[in-house]
T-cell receptor
Framework: GAGVSQSPSNKVTEKGKDVELRCDPISGHTALYWYRQSLGQGLEFLIYFQGNSAPDKSGLPSDRFSAERTGGSVSTLTIQRTQQEDSAVYLC?????????????FGQGTRLTVV | AQSVSQHNHHVILSEAASLELGCNYSYGGTVNLFWYVQYPGQHLQLLLKYFSGDPLVKGIKGFEAEFIKSKFSFNLRKPSVQWSDTAEYFCAVNAWTGNQFYFGTGTSLTVIP
């Protein structure tokens, strides 16, 4: 596709349920980022994938959060046993690689509401 | 870890007013600096970026930003704002030592016609 695609665009789930959020990066982009955007909190870094390297998981807020990237392309962010404080917009971005010469391109996000 | 501070959380301006949004970062090494904009209902998109060279960079739609290394700042400016500039603005920093990419909390700009 022409840009970063995220699905679903909106997700309402009950507290305690698991959810999976999907990100399709721009074809050929080796770097993939997940962020969480909460009102008044800016963009909170969650996890970063670069090629075949081990991901940087330093931003994941708890062990209920995990992410994987299959085949160096599509990524799935999984939140287990969702809590109300998980409600936010989850943003995915991809980049061709070295940010010193390029930029990150963002998807539209998935708005997660935990009720 | 790096951090990025945007001190203006919400700015309201009349059309034709001048704009300056502050951005400060905490990282002692060489950095790449970005401003992203998020128009209502749209995804984040790049406004401008600084990698090296001239510390005054120009971006799209008449925006510019100045990198002042001694102040760890990368403030965004526009001499005359338009109603269509109403959006959320995010400053971001990336260190040359890696591809980690940190964002500020954002500044919401409302331009009144």
């Amino acid at each position: 596709g022409a840009g970063v695609s995220q699905s679903p665009s909106n997700k309402v789930t009950e507290k305690g349920k698991d959810v999976e959020l999907r990100c399709d990066p721009i074809s050929g982009h080796t770097a993939l980022y997940w962020y969480r955007q909460s009102l008044g909190q800016g963009l909170e870094f969650l996890i970063y994938f670069q090629g075949n390297s081990a991901p940087d998981k330093s931003g994941l807020p708890s062990d209920r959060f995990s992410a994987e990237r299959t085949g160096g392309s599509v990524s799935t962010l999984t939140i287990q046993r969702t809590q109300q404080e998980d409600s936010a917009v989850y943003l995915c971005a991809s980049s061709p690689g070295d940010l010193s010469v390029t930029e990150a391109f963002f998807g539209q996000g998935t708005r997660l509401t935990v009720v | 870890a790096q951090s990025v501070s945007q001190h203006n959380h919400h700015v309201i301006l009349s059309e034709a007013a001048s704009l300056e949004l502050g951005c400060n970062y905490s990282y002692g090494g060489t950095v790449n600096l970005f401003w992203y904009v998020q128009y209502p209902g749209q995804h984040l998109q790049l406004l401008l970026k600084y990698f090296s060279g001239d510390p005054l960079v120009k971006g799209i739609k008449g925006f510019e930003a100045e990198f002042i290394k001694s102040k760890f700042s990368f403030n965004l400016r526009k001499p005359s704002v338009q109603w269509s500039d109403t959006a959320e603005y995010f400053c971001a920093v990336n260190a040359w030592t890696g591809n980690q990419f940190y964002f500020g909390t954002g500044t919401s700009l409302t331009v009144i016609p």
